[in-house]
Antibody, heavy 124, light 111 residues
Framework: QVQLQESGPGLVKPSETLSLTCAVSGYSISSGYYWGWIRQPPGKGLEWIGS???????YYNPSLKSRVTISVDTSKNQFSLKLSSVTAADTAVYYC?????????????????WGKGTTVTVSS | QSVLTQPPSVSAAPGQKVTISCSGSSSNIGNNYVSWYQQLPGTAPKLLIY???KRPSGIPDRFSGSKSGTSATLGITGLQTGDEADYYCGTWDSSLSVNVVFGGGTKLTVL
């Protein structure tokens, strides 16, 4: 059974860098799939942040691209998110998820396994 | 403002059927596959439907998905109180910007 677990600071100061890690168990990241992050501000909907393949290729939400870095550590079977220059607008529950992406012409992209989420508050 | 448009809320009685719509454009729903997620209160989203109408293992056949043109629909039959949740549609957007987009979510109330 594939399981994902987020970890990282629950409080980050404005202008600093948010750093989260997602540990994967029950499946080797090197075996395939994309691995990424989605966030949900309090009382609001889902926002896709980005994803990474085990080879290191990445996709990022254009609205966050200048501030986001997603990396993978296959030796530890985990991947990470860094979001720089945070503001109060980055306060959210952050989920990591296994993501499937395939197609030619028409594409399928969905998240089939989710972590439980971790709350990050940006405040001084 | 979400790229995909969903009704903020729907409601129905136990045992009844409900549908939730998701409207987009040719760059997203019109040319790509749609997925649906259920988010029970205080929990992470859960995949209900992928590739427009496929159910992952363990999802009951009370849940169904369909797509027509630039719109998609989630159907739930035999409503149960445990189905009360927020439901989100999502898809790939093939516009100039690479992106995954979601609807704003629909709150289902089982009366």
């Amino acid at each position: 059974q594939v399981q994902l677990q987020e970890s990282g600071p629950g409080l980050v100061k404005p202008s600093e860098t948010l750093s989260l890690t997602c540990a994967v168990s029950g499946y080797s990241i090197s075996s395939g799939y994309y691995w990424g992050w989605i966030r949900q501000p309090p009382g609001k909907g889902l926002e896709w942040i980005g994803s990474i393949y085990h080879s290191g290729s990445t996709y990022y939400n254009p609205s966050l691209k200048s501030r986001v870095t997603i990396s993978v550590d296959t030796s530890k079977n985990q991947f990470s998110l860094k979001l720089s220059s945070v503001t109060a607008a980055d306060t959210a529950v952050y989920y990591c998820a296994r993501q499937d992406y395939y197609g030619s012409g028409s594409y399928s992209y969905y998240m089939d396994v989710w972590g439980k989420g971790t709350t990050v508050t940006v405040s001084s | 403002q979400s790229v995909l448009t969903q009704p903020p809320s729907v409601s129905a009685a136990p045992g009844q059927k409900v549908t939730i719509s998701c409207s987009g454009s040719s760059s997203n729903i019109g040319n790509n596959y749609v997925s649906w997620y259920q988010q029970l209160p205080g929990t992470a989203p859960k995949l209900l439907i992928y590739d427009n109408n496929k159910r992952p293992s363990g999802i009951p056949d009370r849940f169904s998905g369909s797509k027509s043109g630039t719109s998609a629909t989630l159907g739930i039959t035999g409503l149960q109180t445990g189905d009360e949740a927020d439901y989100y549609c999502g898809t790939w957007d093939s516009s100039l910007s690479v992106n995954v987009v979601f609807g704003g979510g629909t709150k289902l109330t089982v009366l």
